[in-house]
Structures are given as structure tokens and as C-alpha cells.
């Protein structure tokens, strides 16, 4: 997508823009890198029937990294696989509190989901999970693919 | 920055990026549409003076909107303006579990926090504010505007 000053922004096989396409020598050995998981959304569906399984209650499941953003400094985190959990909200059509419908608002519920449970999560810290409540209201069927925007219809692309 | 099917992405005189320069034609009566704040730092320390003399003590204060991504769907809240927090979180040095040091690890908190906060504060309910708690750790002189990425240092503009 782009390379530049010695980084390189690619799209990975899943349609992930990101630096590196993923792959990360952080956090493991010398000699080793991590690279994207080859389908996020079976890995969110494979960890939510094990958890369901284990706690006897339904669950929703995020599988997140952190990517960079165009214009704007910092790592957000991102959802790259889900399960059990709506990943958007359409606000389209529902009315303000003038009566007008929302023409354009469908919010990515499970980015920002993601990102507050990086928070808690920090970088170095050894922590591979964080728990979420309050959302349960989304509950229901849904994939991380929902959140990659189809290349034709993107202005960046 | 980009003008395709009906769709304007501009940067703002403050150097956001978003559709239509943020104006935004909901939630105001027929007739009126609202524009980003002059200043959002200003906004957000005179909001955070404000609060401070009131409660007794010390809040930080996020100016946030949501905003659309290249590459992946919906709409993420994110950090304008910011007062009281630290918005940049620089892991970069800090060693990862295997003692080597982190090197482009910059995670933007405030949008992170921005995203956790519109997931309870909807698009038409008619919530302005969300109490965020547990980042007082974070504490301290920041501002929005070092969430924003220099042009010069931007391989998307």
C-alpha cells in the first residue's frame, strides 16, 4: 500500500492494512516473529466454544493487535477476528433528537471494544486477555471480515 | 484529502482528517449543522478548570467525535482535543518478555479511551459526557495535538 523512510504498510491475504503486514518480533524469542493468525475469525469461534464450554455461559470473542492509523500518531487496538458479538452498530435511520435519521453513522462496536481492553492490557506486561463487560446487548452472529470495507468502495485503496 | 462518490475527506484547519472537515448535520435542528471546536484543547482545559473547581479535585477531559478509517468499516471514536492525560503512551526501550526493547510502540490512549467512552454514550441518546475511571496513572500535561501526525512525517498525505 505504501513504503516509505524504511516502513512498509501492506495489505496482508486477509485484507488487513497494516505495517509490516503484521508480522512482529516482539514479544517472542531471538530469531522468531509472529505473523497474523491465518483466519482471526475461526480463532475467536474456536476460543468462544471452548470458553462456552468451560463456563457454561455465552461469550463473545475478540481477537485484536494493534495497528497504526494514517494522520494520527499512536497504535490503536483493532478487532481482527470476532465471534458471538455484533462487530457494527447501524445507526442509519434511527432518529436524533431532532426527529432527522441518521444518514451515515454505523459505528465499529468491536474496534471499540478492542481498544478499551487494550488499556488494560499494556504492551510488555504479559497479559493475553482482557475481560469485558457490559456489552451483552450485542451478543449475537458476526465476523471480523464485517469490519474490512471492501476495496471497491474504499477511497484509500 | 479525497473526493469520490459523494464522499469528502478533508483535513480541518487543526490537521484532522475526516469526512466533510467534521461538519456534521445531525443532531441540530433542520437548517443548522455543527463544525468541530475552534480550539479542542482549549475546550478541553476550560472544561477540565471547570470540573476540577467543582468536583475538588483532579479530572483529565477528552473532546472526542467519531471518525471514519480508510480500509476497515464504521466509525471509531477518537481524541480532539485533550486536557489532564498524557494521550501517547511510549513503550518504545521498554523490554518486551524476552528482554528486547520495544521499538515502534506508541499506543495513542486517548483515542483508545475516546473509543471505550462512545460505547456507552451512542449516537442519538442524548449523552454528552462518559465518566472514565481506573487511567489516573496517566495523569498529567498532554494535549490533543500531539495525537497528530506531523504531514511531513505522514506517508498518507
Not at 475461526?42 to 475478540?62: H, K, N, Q
Not at 469485558?132 to 465476523?143: H, L, M, Q
Request: some cysteine.
Amino acid at each position: 500500500v505504501r513504503m516509505d523512510r524504511g516502513v512498509l504498510i501492506a495489505e496482508t491475504r486477509h485484507g488487513f492494512v497494516c505495517a509490516n503486514a503484521g508480522v512482529d518480533a516482539s514479544n517472542v524469542p531471538a530469531g522468531w516473529v509472529t505473523v497474523l493468525p491465518r483466519d482471526p475469525d475461526a480463532s475467536a469461534r474456536r476460543l468462544r466454544d471452548a470458553l462456552c464450554a468451560a463456563l457454561g455461559c455465552a461469550v463473545g470473542v475478540i481477537v485484536a493487535d494493534t495497528f497504526g492509523r494514517p494522520w494520527r500518531e499512536g497504535f490503536v487496538n483493532v478487532a481482527l477476528g470476532v465471534a458471538g458479538l455484533q462487530p457494527l452498530i447501524d445507526y442509519r435511520g434511527r432518529a436524533d433528537q431532532f426527529g432527522r435519521p441518521l444518514e451515515s453513522t454505523i459505528v465499529a462496536l468491536a474496534d471499540e471494544i478492542a481498544a478499551a481492553a487494550e488499556i488494560v492490557m499494556r504492551k510488555a506486561d504479559r497479559i493475553p486477555v482482557a475481560i469485558v463487560r457490559g456489552v451483552a446487548e450485542w451478543a449475537g452472529p458476526g465476523a471480523g471480515t464485517q469490519l474490512l470495507r471492501d476495496p471497491s468502495q474504499d477511497m484509500f485503496r
